[in-house]
């Protein structure tokens, strides 16, 4: 295959990832609808694909809503399939890592986010996290067309191995704090409802998830995966290379300012869940800052248009 | 700061405190947890400004542009530091107060942990069946070879073993304990990490002390040599002496541009390579050079960046006798992507002075309204449009002027015949008379230029090290999962029955499987009968890590 081809099929595996994981989207909206009549008993079911129980035994909405988080899932690992085909063609055709401009970053960020999401499906059946993930997704991949960049050469400035490490490294981090992000809000919908919510009225969507505190444990993994991953992008990597491109470690650039305060941000969420007065709900909210201040670091810095970052991660 | 509930933090609210106590209290406030925590957010929040308003250190020509815009707002930015945000006294009090508070953590958390690695492994609980996870089985064997199967099998595990001889006195009687702890890393982790971020900031504080950077332009077939007048801009720490410089000098052969001319990214940049010599020291011989982005040139400590470019068009001024009063390459700063590049010359030999004020574009456009604009970044057809002015140009009175403005003060501007301001148009190769016999000026072509960026940024080897000493220690404490684990082997009923249990300090294990085989290599050949903590949890229904939980000192 041409180049061209490669990049041509890149663009149409970025189209149909998002296509598929909006379908994805749409069966977890109607998994959350067939699901607000059914009472749940108080122990919860975790929704997933090996834990839940087998459709047949259920009663129809219940067994409605079951079958559609598990088209959902499926239909979720479609879309990261052929979104990784996306990232794979792009880099095929630019000979180079894909992640060389804010577009590319932006669907290799989507794909390994989705990727985490789904191995953490797998292994600790966090498919309720299926609404907030899939419609992330489907939204970055829609706005990433607002940025869209043909295949090209890069600049050189970022000709450089660490634009290797330093942005995938930012980029996992990334996919992990959106994973991170989905748990602690549900975490904080979820403790709510479960302190306001009598036992006995408890059904709908939201008694189908795990509980509260199973909740907060995932949000607090994933994190913790995250933030170390974090700390090696934006505060070793990214010196390093900054000082062989622009001759200073560090210089208070405005990408630099909120890639610090993202961490110093996540940082304070580690210190809160070992804190009195702040562990759960409090620390919840901080985690959910941290996830805004990266994403305004990616979205907002970039628009304003300032700074060394300029070509844009 | 450090990860987890410190002591002490509830003062007693008595009335009035002596000072000392008072100070006390301070104290205590200061390192607690929360204020920890509170500082953190705080610095994370004061960091904001300085990303929204220009700053000093980063792009001083913004912040005059700035002070341009809004000049009502100087004055009090000015007062609040925000133009300096991270050199601010309140950026530096919250950031420094953290520091006292992660020390004074450190410290005695440091003395916890080296008392806690010299004493013996926590005594066995009373009741086995309340720890997360237990087992028990009966055995014919003699106790002492349980108890020495239980030291190996530990051993083996890497947990740090201790035994208790067996006793008849005491709550519980027994004929031998062992009692077992491991994953003592996880605190060296923490306080590695932030001993790291100590060493941190007083990496990149010396550095700023000691260290410089400065930069300076320089055109192809000129030379720049390492000394202070050179530079154009320069900042230096506190404890720099211009001495320190190392003498070296640099000649620019060629500065090699080249962008994109087709394809999708046509006009960006493809190669910026500066080739040349280097002299270390006077007298010693030159070396060649070549310095890309990214790959900068080493001397002495000292770093030599490539961090821009640019055209200096070589313009010639004759006075109306036809003698050249102005000769030579002057370097136009770039302003847009297109190489769009302003600047200035100045001719003092001339009756009265001339000042020329204009633009390059390196690739000519001409607009429907005849405006001339650059259609591509490279030097393939120049036009140098300026104007000219007369008068005194003000460089008598010895005070500083930037060599890319103009002082208008005492100019005038030349005219056309038409009475309107003269632009002036020069393509390469081209030149022009000056109305009123103001003499000539032509535009004999381009050179490019390189802006070199010069810094020496000591100590920036620890400050590495420094961080990634932290990272590994961040991971240890996050990662590694302390655990105990206790052997107990009792006689009951004329049995000789072995209990085991595990407690995991942090949450997340299977601790069900790891009794399992606990009391599998316990017991040799025996049956276990017990209820590992794995199936005490399926029939409660939940998951091995939700027995554990609750029992959690840390995560």
Redesign the interface.
Known sequence: MSVEQWATLSDQAFDGAAVVLALAWIAHLVEYAASRKVAYAA?PVTVGAAAAPTPTELPEPERRATLFGRIGVALSVLGTGVLGLGVLARGTAAQRVPWGNMYEFATTGVFLAMVLYLVLVKLQGIAWLGPVVTGFAVTVLGLSLLVY?????L???L??HWLVLHVVAAAIAGGAFVVGAGASAFFLVKSRAERRTPVDQRHGYLWRLPTA??MD?LA??VH?FA??IW??AA??AG???A????????????KE??A??TW??Y??Y?????????RGKGAAI?ALIGFL?FVFNFVG?NLFG??LHAYAF | ?V???RLG?RPDTAPPLPARQFARWIWRQLVS??T??LL??L??LA??P???VP?V??DAQ?VFAFAEKYPYLVGTFEALGLFD??ASPWFSAIYLLLMVSLVGCIIPRTFVYARALRARPPKAPRHFDRMPASGAFDTDADPDVVVGRAVRALRNQRYRVDRDAGTSEGPVPHLGVVRAEKGYLREAGNLVFHVSLVGVLVG?AVGSLFGY?GSAIVVEGEGFSNTLTQYDDFTSGALFEPSDLPPFSVALEEMNVSF?ID???RG?????EAVGSVTPAPEEPAEPFDI?????LQIDGT?V?L?GQGYAPIVTVRDSDGEVVSSGAVPFLPADPTYTSNGVLKISATDPQLGLEGFLVPTTGVLDDGTIVSVFPSAFDPTLSFFAWEGDLGLADGSPQSVYSLDKEQLTRVEGADGEALRINLGRGESVELPGGGGSVSFDGIRNFARF???Q?PL?EF??AA??A??VG??GS??LRPRRAWVRVREVDGRTVVEVARLDRV??ADLGADVDDLVAAVSGEGVARGTSGKDRARRA?LSG??VA?GRDP??
């Open positions: 122990s960049t043909p295949v090209g050469p600049v050189p400035a000709d450089s505190d199973s444990r607090y993994r913790a933030f170390p700390t090696f505060l070793i010196p390093i290379w000082y062989y491109a622009w001759g200073r470690f560090w210089g208070w650039d405005p300012v909120w610090f305060i110093t941000v940082a304070g580690l210190h809160a869940r070992a804190t009195a007065g702040w901080i201040t810095i300032s700074g | 700061m990860l987890d509930e933090q947890m929360r920890a925590l953190l957010l610095l994370a960091a904001v300085g990303s929204f700053q250190d980063v913004a945000v991270y990149v950077r994109w394809g999708t990214q960006a940049p493809r190669l910026f890309t982005v990214n790959n900068p770093s960046f961090v960026q010069v810094a940024a920036k400050t590495l961080a990634v932290g990272m961040l991971l996050l990662f949450s997340g229904g890590e939700g939980r840390e995560s």
